[in-house]
Each structure stands twice: as C-alpha cells, then as structure tokens.
C-alpha cells in the first residue's frame, strides 16, 4: 500500500503532527498541501505584531506586479523573532525543505572523491496584507526568482527529480482566506506541467 492510497485525489488537509513521508508525498503528487495547526495561532498573531508598522508604512507597488491594495513587509526575518523561531525553523518545514532542496555533488580534493552538500537557503520573506479589490496576480511560480526552467513530467521521480526544485513557499494565513480578501490561489499540479494552466 503506497503512502498516497490513504488519500483522495484532491488537495488534502493534513494536521501538523501527520507522518513527514504523507507531507513530502503529497506535495510531489499536487505542489501543495494544506497542514492544519501548523503554527499555532497565537504565534501568527505574534508575528502580524511584530511586523505590523512596516505593512503600515508600506508605499503603493510601482508597476503591475502587486495591486495597488497590497501592503508588504518584506526582510520578515528580520522583523519578526517569532516569525523565525515558528515559521522558517517550523520542524515540519524544515523536513520538507531539506527534503526538495538540499543539493548533493562530488568534486575532486587531490585524489580523493569528497561529497559536498548544500542545504537550503532562505530567498524571501514577506508578509502581505491584501486591502479589498486589488486584482489577482496572474498564475505563477515563484521559482522563477531563480531561473528555473521546468520540463512538464506526468508525476514526481526522486532519482530524476532530486534538483527539480529551487523553493518551497509556506504561506501562513493571518485570517480567513477567501477569494474576495485577497487569498493566494494555488492550482494543483502546476509543479509538474507548463503554463498554459
């Protein structure tokens, strides 16, 4: 019995404490996964506190990128202790991001094969909050950050697919998401195939 067998076809809801190897699966099978009691509300709140002066005082987007009605705080590590300590160093993120992206090469040190790893790094950290009636962003991937240029495969292969991956988003809601406050929108098995979607 495969791991994905316990699940229906569609995007799951997994709770926080659900097996690591349902997550990663998951999420090779669809691109996203929704984990329930990830982080505990109360950090959430925490975290909006500590960076809420910065979406205060955010300027209006030059360009098309972000409506008008979105107010960011970027470097959110920088502003939110708490945003740190639960979100990035979240032990279940952690497992998955070491999981998608660390990276593994051989080099030559004279004449021994040494192996050297590269962990994942961090290449943004933003909170948004969304005002009413800004316009959605079209469908996209964030990876294009890095240049990331995919092949359309019909399902995930670890052996083939070990560097298919250069990011891992983790969005955590502040509210009630829906589509009339500004809610990200995430389309299924958009990690596997091109635009257009």
């Not at 076809?9 to 009691?37: M, N, S, T, Y």
């Not at 740190?84 to 279940?92: F, I």
Request: include cysteine; charge should be negative.
């Amino acid at each position: 019995m495969s791991v994905l067998d316990r699940y229906g076809p569609e995007v799951q809801r997994v709770p926080a404490d659900a097996p690591i190897e349902d997550i990663i699966a998951l999420l090779k099978r669809d691109g996203g996964v929704f984990v329930k009691g990830l982080v505990s509300e109360a950090d959430v709140d925490k975290a909006y506190d500590e960076c809420r002066a910065r979406l205060d005082s955010d300027v209006e987007w030059s360009g098309s990128f972000f409506p008008k009605e979105t107010q960011r705080a970027p470097s959110l590590l920088a502003l939110s202790p708490i945003y740190a300590r639960s979100q990035v160093m979240n032990p279940v993120y952690q497992q998955v991001v070491d999981h998608f992206l660390t990276t593994r090469s051989w080099f030559w040190w004279g004449t021994e094969r040494k192996e050297s790893v590269s962990k994942p790094y961090l290449h943004s950290c933003t909170a948004m909050r969304i005002g009413p009636g800004g316009k959605a962003q079209p469908l996209h991937r964030d990876d294009y950050i890095s240049h990331n240029i995919h092949n359309n495969i019909e399902k995930w292969d670890d052996e083939r697919d070990v560097n298919r991956e250069s990011a891992v988003g983790l969005f955590v809601a502040g509210s009630k998401v829906t589509k009339e406050n500004g809610g990200t929108q995430f389309k299924s098995s958009t990690h596997v195939t091109d635009p257009p979607w």
